[in-house]
């Protein structure tokens, strides 16, 4: 049924999270002038009514059932409101700002609204209607750092830095970390890379007799360029210099009254935006907040609602983790619903851009508990746009196609998408701050131009779209639709990769002596259901993979409980119609002929 004609069920009755990000600022601008570092009257910006009905079916339709609203806690930003002055443009990075230093945890960012005054009206009238339509929202969480000019209006009594000891570089219940006389840099006031651009200073005001350290850490009263210059790290009673032994704070049934102030002023915050019917939080950077933080805090947060959903974004590479175990595994037992799957994004990149091979694919298939509560995505607002030609090899808008049949087709996993990157949004030129780099920029005021296609003047019904962005529309919503049967919501994964380098009907081309480079497959099973599926992916843009073999040996088939089956039927799901059959015996020796597999071709078959 579709949204329109009623409410839709309600969608914590969803067993997968299928999340649909969207940066409100770009998601209904149809504005066309993109003037690098416009301003919000230049360049336009988008509106939380904007985010209407018409755009809200045509999401649920594609089979999404989370919505995760980016960028509506208010930043620091140059555009000024009444009686909310604009950020001095030393502390910023882009007119616009980023949604990531966050100025007032207890608003909205005012640009969102047709009329300011009115924001959180405007924002509640918004989380109605993705109610309404059946979604759960997803808002950021941003607890390792907040913006220089951080000063709450709304509750000023949890504004950050208030009753701080400045004179200490740590103290337990300071909201941040202060410089001292010996810290690299030299000495007050606090330095910043901005001297030489536009209407700066290289000077904060407030920051004149004392200094405080970054969100990325750094230590410095002349933070560089590279660093997060424009944010504030926040101070969870742990000093991050003496490492990563986080062990002797509180734990998960710690009163309120016995745990530092951050953590107090955190607690507020999520409560503020449950109460409000925000359904879930994406965190980021959590691996470098306390894991005995999040354990008391989502705890915390579930006494409220149950079923509030909290996914991270964390690193396990980055050395300021603040534990020496798989980050990702230890924010699981905190109690976070999942995490980045990060590694496998890469390799499906590496596959274009850096001589990777799909058999790499496999080094990330035994990641313990994660492997199944983990964020798979190809894109969001931090990575590169598929599209673009100067990344993923130039190899176009298509090579979604295999990559997410591959990323989202291989676990249980939460799975995501970025808007924009259902069309092919290249993100192209320059747009300010971030300059010409592949992203649709956080930083400035700008618009999607091949988005705005489907925006269609706020219809949503993608009119002005091409045939080749109709149909990658067309095949993400197939796929999704499929990931929602038993084998891919809850079957256990089995790759066949290993079992088929040496088979040299397996997708070789040229003068490669190893199969396994362009192609890759895999099983899923559920067994309650007795449902299996075979899924097939060929990566490269060009070439297409002639009459493939796909073996499947003799403990895969005990795997998927058809090895005493005469014969088997495979029937197509994703990618075409055809129905294949295979003698059982067959199977591991010379393997099911599928055929030939396209350039950016992906099969995903039922077995029968």
């Known amino acids: 049924m579709a949204a329109s004609m009623g409410v839709m069920n309600d969608p914590k009755s969803a067993q997968r999270p299928v999340i649909y990000q969207l940066l409100v600022r770009t998601f209904g601008n149809t504005e066309t002038a993109r003037k690098p570092g416009g301003t919000l009257a230049e360049n336009g910006c988008g509106k939380f009514c904007e985010i209407n009905g018409a755009a809200l079916d045509s999401i649920r339709e594609m089979g999404f059932n989370h ?30 700002g980023s949604p990531y230093a966050v100025r007032d945890y207890f608003d909205v960012c005012p640009d969102y609204a047709v009329d300011p005054e009115n924001r959180i009206a405007e924002f509640r009238g918004l989380l109605a209607r993705c109610r309404q339509h059946g979604f759960r929202v997803i808002i950021d969480f941003v607890p390792n750092h907040v913006a220089r000019s951080y000063n709450s209006d709304v509750r000023p009594e949890f504004s950050f830095g208030e009753g701080d000891k400045r004179d200490a570089f740590f103290d337990r219940d300071n909201h941040f970390y202060y410089l001292g006389e010996n810290d690299r840099g030299g000495e007050a006031p606090l330095k910043l890379p901005t001297s030489d651009m536009p209407g700066c200073t290289g000077l904060f005001e407030p920051e004149t007799d004392f200094g405080r350290v970054t969100g990325n850490n750094a230590i410095t009263w002349s933070p560089s360029i590279q660093d997060w210059y424009e944010t504030v790290k926040l101070n969870y009673g742990h000093d991050f210099t003496k490492g990563r032994t986080t062990q002797y704070l509180p734990g998960s049934d710690e009163p309120m009254r016995n745990v530092p102030r951050t953590w ?9 935006w449950q109460g409000m019917g925000v359904d879930g939080f994406r965190v980021d950077m959590a691996h470098m907040v306390p894991m005995e933080f999040w354990s008391w805090v989502v705890k915390r947060a579930r006494s409220r609602d149950a079923d509030v959903f909290f996914m991270a974004e964390a690193y396990d590479g980055d050395p300021a983790k603040l534990t020496d175990a798989d980050v990702l595994d230890e924010l699981l037992k905190a109690g976070f619903d999942a995490a980045y799957e990060h590694p496998s994004y890469k390799i499906l990149q590496g596959i274009h851009e850096q001589g990777k091979w799909a058999n790499d694919i496999d080094g990330e298939t035994f990641g313990g508990e994660h492997f199944h509560r983990c964020i798979r995505y190809l894109e969001n607002h931090d990575e590169v746009r598929i599209a673009n030609p100067r990344h993923w090899g130039g190899a176009g808008m298509g090579a979604g196609k295999p990559a997410a049949a591959v990323m989202f087709g291989m676990s249980q996993a939460a799975i995501m998408l970025y808007s924009g990157q259902e069309v092919g949004e290249p993100a192209m030129g320059e747009e300010g701050f971030s300059g010409d780099d592949g992203r649709t920029s956080i930083f400035d005021y700008t618009s999607m131009p091949e988005f705005k296609k489907w925006v269609n003047g706020g219809k949503y019904d993608g009119a002005g779209l091409s045939p080749e962005q109709q149909s990658l529309r067309e095949f993400y919503g197939e796929l999704i639709a499929v990931l929602k049967e038993p084998a891919f919501e809850k079957g256990e994964f089995y790759g066949l990769n290993h079992a088929n380098k040496e088979n040299l009907a397996f997708g070789r081309i040229g003068d490669e002596t190893v199969s396994g480079h362009w192609l890759y497959a895999f099983l899923r099973y559920d067994g309650k259901s007795g449902q299996a599926f075979l899924c097939v992916a060929n990566f490269h843009a060009k070439e297409g993979l002639t009459d493939v073999k796909v073996i499947i040996p003799d403990d895969a088939l005990q795997f998927i409980g058809k090895d005493s089956a005469k014969s088997l039927s495979f029937m197509c799901r994703l990618g075409d119609d055809a129905v294949l059959k ?11 002929s599928i055929g030939d597999l396209p350039p950016f071709g992906a099969r995903y078959y039922e077995l029968k």
């Not at 609203?69 to 443009?89: F, H, M, N, W």
């Open 67 to 96: 919505i995760w609203l980016t960028g509506v806690i208010e930043q620091a930003s140059g555009t000024d409101y009444p009686g909310r002055p604009a950020d001095p443009p030393d502390i910023l990075k882009g007119k616009a």
């Open 264 to 272: 107090q002023t955190m607690d507020e915050i999520i409560g503020y």
């Open 582 to 592: 295979a003698e059982t015996a067959v199977l591991p020796v010379a393997g099911l």
